[in-house]
Structure formats: structure tokens, C-alpha cells
Nanobody, 115 residues
Framework: QVQLVESGGGLVQPGGSLRLSCAAS????????VGWYRQAPGKQRELVAI???????NYADSVKGRFTISRDNAKNTMYLQMNSLKPEDTAVYYC?????????WGQGTQVTVSS
């Protein structure tokens, strides 16, 4: 059973930056798809960014140009760099790992963007 642990969330002012990290308990080989999702109060969980097993990335339109997903396979860790944060980015952020069609999720980390 793979464990995913997020960190790096918190309170930030509009226009600020945060970097989320997600550490996996086992190797995250380059062929595995990894990503970040978020869920705001009263809304469904939505895709934020993803890196597929072929190395391609995909971002939600709402975060393109502001967020960057990356991975360090040697450290079994994925990252989400979030810049120019907006109040509408406020949500619980979850990291995601897909191994042969089976999805693993982190416990979530709260990101609040407010002045």
C-alpha cells in the first residue's frame, strides 16, 4: 500500500506563492502518472495538473501559466509550484499517483488565499 503525504499548504495573500510537496512511501517510477487535484468547499474535486507516464503535462485552464508540476523520482516526491495565487485557488489540495490503473491519494493539504 503506497502512502502519499502532502506538505507545504497554508495561508497566503493574493499574488503570493506556495510550493506543495508530496512524498511517496515507495518508488514513483517515471512510467507512473502523478498529479495534483483540489477540492473547494461545496465543489467537486478537480484536476489541477498532471504528469503522465510519457512525460507530458496537462494543466487546468484556470492555473495555466501560474502553476508548475514537477517530480523527482530519485526522492519519490512530486511538487506543485503555485505562483500568482488568487482567492479562487483556495481549496484542499490532494496529490495523486496512478500505478497500473490503481489510484492512490494523499490526505490533502489546505491552501487558503486571503488578505
Amino acid at each position: 500500500q503506497v502512502q502519499l503525504v502532502e506538505s507545504g499548504g497554508g495561508l497566503v495573500q493574493p499574488g503570493g506563492s506556495l510550493r506543495l510537496s508530496c512524498a511517496a512511501s515507495e518508488s514513483i517510477y517515471s512510467i507512473y502518472t502523478v498529479g495534483w487535484y483540489r477540492q473547494a468547499p461545496g465543489k467537486q474535486r478537480e484536476l489541477v495538473a498532471i504528469i503522465t507516464g510519457t512525460g507530458s503535462t496537462n494543466y487546468a485552464d484556470s492555473v495555466k501559466g501560474r502553476f508548475t508540476i514537477s517530480r523527482d523520482n530519485a526522492k519519490n516526491t512530486m511538487y506543485l509550484q503555485m505562483n500568482s495565487l488568487k482567492p479562487e485557488d483556495t481549496a484542499v489540495y490532494y496529490c495523486y499517483l496512478n500505478i497500473a490503473g490503481y489510484a492512490y491519494w494523499g490526505q490533502g493539504t489546505q491552501v487558503t488565499v486571503s488578505s
